[in-house]
């Protein structure tokens, strides 16, 4: 079967999301290809697009705030008008049999192209966030794959037919396996600044993290180049390490990850059962995925200020009876999840296409 994924790279976690339903997709026996829609459209114009986009959720997250706001139940039918021309086009040029798309607008766009076609082509869009945003909601989906049970229920009070969506977790790569952990020798903490590498600038901070008792950390600086050289080769107990592809390896030798909670890394420590301290999220999405993590004691929360911060961390990382809780909270969780769900709807879909 022939699957076409779209994303956008508005943030790494739609793309993250759309190769690792690629890569089960693919372990499924399909042909799976994932296209960045807004750089096949405007290959010009997309690195300066997403280049704003960071800019805006990095530097103006009040008006990014108040922009998911207002529009929490507002149709996006009409955003993907701009894309209409070279979605046909893509369409023509891939043939799928299904298309999934793992960002709203790749959804609206898809949507749309269904209902002015008209086609059948069947769609499933898969939400990035704990959220039941209506920028996801569109009349052309034949399928959601949202992140829990209370976005499933969220989709079904904005009127979607509950029987179209499942549970299936946010996708993340299958290298995310629960590890065994020791917790008899000295703890690791991994801290991850996001794909931008958004960390603590006060030397005071690091300084504290080194003089941590038994504890020996890793900093994933994401493409922080400045700070990755402020702290390589510094600090006795610490360990920066550059942008990697390699989280995996990382999360399954920690003990406890501090982090943004951004929906692809909450559950990519879910599947690697490490409990996680999240930084108070200002941005509403993260907002939602940290109240999820916290409902299901999966997580603690981590004030942004330096001295509360590092009594978050001493309080969790030394805590085995916390520790233990978190890592049962997501043993629950992962076992309620449909994890390779998407492969078992593309193949219901495509079937529902072939005349009998």
């Not at 296209?35 to 704003?52: H, K, N, R, S, W």
């Not at 960390?199 to 941590?212: C, G, I, K, T, V």
Request: aromatic share 8%.
């Amino acid at each position: 079967m022939n699957i076409l994924i779209l994303t956008g790279k508005f943030g790494m976690g739609h793309l993250s999301a759309a190769n690792a339903l690629q890569e089960q997709l693919r372990h499924d026996g399909h042909r799976a290809d994932t296209v960045d829609l807004f750089a096949y459209a405007m290959p010009e114009l997309a690195p300066a697009m997403y280049g704003a986009f960071n800019l805006l959720v990095t530097f103006g997250g009040a008006f990014y705030n108040l922009y998911h706001v207002l529009t929490a139940d507002s149709s996006g039918d009409n955003r993907g008008d701009g894309l209409l021309r070279a979605l046909d086009t893509l369409l023509d040029e891939y043939q799928p049999d299904v298309v999934v798309s793992t960002h709203p607008i790749c959804s609206a766009a898809m949507s749309q192209y269904k209902e002015e076609g008209p086609s059948d082509l069947p769609l499933v869009t898969c939400v990035t966030d704990v959220t039941c945003h209506s920028e996801w909601i569109h009349p052309g989906t034949d399928c959601y794959l949202v992140a829990s049970e209370t976005v499933r229920q969220g989709l079904a009070a904005k009127g979607v037919a509950p029987h179209l969506v499942v549970v299936s977790g946010i996708p993340v790569s299958g290298r995310f396996q629960p590890a065994q952990r020791d917790r008899s020798r000295r703890r690791e903490l991994l801290i991850m600044g996001g794909g931008l590498g958004l960390m603590p600038r006060r030397d005071s901070f690091y300084q504290a993290l080194n003089a941590l008792p038994g504890v020996h950390t890793t900093i994933l600086t994401g493409r922080n180049d400045k700070l990755f050289q402020r702290l390589n080769g510094r600090y006795e107990n610490i360990e920066a390490v550059p942008f990697t592809t390699q989280v995996e390896k990382y999360m399954a030798r920690a003990h406890l990850m501090l982090s943004k909670p951004g929906g692809i890394t909450c559950f990519e420590a879910i599947a690697a059962r490490l409990p996680i301290l999240a930084w108070q999220p200002f941005l509403k999405q993260e907002q939602e995925n940290a109240d999820f993590l916290v409902r299901c004691g999966m997580a603690r929360i981590a004030a942004k200020e330096e001295s509360a911060c590092l009594t978050a961390i001493r309080e969790t990382i030394y805590d085995d009876q916390a520790l233990a809780a978190m890592e049962q909270a997501m043993e629950k969780t992962s076992a309620a999840l449909a994890r390779a769900a998407v492969c078992g709807v593309v193949a219901g879909l495509a079937g529902e296409k072939v005349p009998a």
